[in-house]
C-alpha cells in the first residue's frame, strides 16, 4: 500500500498570508494526488486534482505542484473560510489511500 | 446541480449487517465510477470501496474486503453499500463519492454522509 505523509499536523496563519502544505508518497504516484478542504461538520470538498488542477469552482488562490512522491498545496492570501483540515489523496494506485490531513487555523 | 443523497445508517449491534443507499441526481450515472468513503468520529478519511460503470468490477481495502460488498443500480441511479459483520471499529460516517473526472481516481462530488454506529 502507499502510504501518504501529510506534514505539518497543524499550523496557522494570519490573514493575507502564504501557507504551504506537503505530502509525501511511499511510492512514486505520477501526479495522481489531490487535495480536498473539509471544515467542521461537512463532507470534504475536493480542491486540486492530478497535482496541479484546479477543481471548478475552487478559488484561485489556491494550487498544487510537485511530481514523483512529493506534492504541495499552496494557498495564497490566506482568508477566514480558508480553515479546516486538509488532505492529499493518492489515486495512483489501490487501495486509495489519504493522508492524516492537516489542521489550519487563522492566526 | 450534481446532488448524491446517502441513507441507511443508523444503529446497530457489532456482527449484524446495515445497507447504506446513495441516489445520484444531476448527471449521467453510468458514465461514472463511483465510491464509498468513511471518516471515523475526530479521524481521517478511509477508503472503502470503488465500482465500476457497469458494477462488474470492484475494489476493496483489506480493512473491509470479505465483509462489505458495494454494487450499483444505474437504472435508479443508485448506489449501495451492504457491510456485513460489522465491527466496533467500523462507526464512521459514511460518503458516497463521485470522480472528478472519470480517469482520475480522485473525488470531485461527495454527499451529505450518513452515520453507522456499531454497539451493543
Known amino acids: 500500500d502507499i502510504q501518504m505523509t501529510q506534514s505539518p499536523h497543524s499550523l496557522s496563519a494570519s490573514l493575507g498570508e502564504t501557507v504551504s502544505i506537503e505530502c509525501l508518497a511511499s511510492?512514486?504516484?505520477?501526479?495522481?494526488l489531490a487535495w480536498y478542504q473539509q471544515k467542521p461538520g461537512k463532507s470534504p470538498q475536493l480542491l486540486i486534482y492530478?497535482?496541479?488542477r484546479l477543481q471548478d469552482g475552487v478559488p484561485s488562490r489556491f494550487s498544487g505542484s510537485g511530481s514523483g512522491t512529493q506534492y504541495s498545496l499552496k494557498i495564497n492570501n490566506m482568508q477566514p473560510e480558508d480553515e479546516g483540515v486538509y488532505y492529499c489523496?493518492?489515486?495512483?494506485?489501490?487501495?486509495?489511500?489519504f493522508g492524516s490531513g492537516t489542521k489550519l487555523e487563522i492566526k | 446541480e450534481i446532488q448524491l443523497v446517502e441513507s441507511g445508517g443508523g444503529l446497530v449491534q457489532p456482527g449484524r449487517s446495515l445497507k447504506l443507499s446513495c441516489s445520484a441526481s444531476?448527471?449521467?450515472?453510468?458514465?461514472?465510477?463511483m465510491a464509498w468513503v468513511r471518516q471515523a468520529p475526530k479521524k481521517g478519511l478511509e477508503w472503502v470501496a470503488t465500482?465500476?460503470?457497469?458494477?462488474?468490477?470492484?475494489y476493496y481495502p483489506d480493512s473491509v474486503r470479505g465483509r462489505f460488498s458495494i454494487s450499483r443500480d444505474n437504472e435508479k441511479s443508485s448506489l449501495y453499500l451492504q457491510m456485513n459483520s460489522l465491527k466496533s471499529e467500523d462507526t464512521a460516517t459514511y460518503f458516497c463519492?463521485?470522480?472528478?473526472?472519470?480517469?482520475?481516481?480522485?473525488?470531485?462530488?461527495w454527499g451529505q454522509g450518513t452515520l453507522v454506529t456499531v454497539s451493543s
Open positions: 463519492a463521485r470522480r472528478v473526472r472519470d480517469s482520475y481516481a480522485h473525488f470531485g462530488y
Open positions: 444531476g448527471f449521467t450515472f453510468s458514465n461514472y465510477y
Open positions: 465500482i465500476s460503470t457497469s458494477g462488474t468490477t470492484t
Open positions: 511510492a512514486g504516484i505520477s501526479n495522481y
Open positions: 492530478y497535482a496541479n
Open positions: 489523496q493518492q489515486g495512483y494506485t489501490y487501495p486509495l489511500t
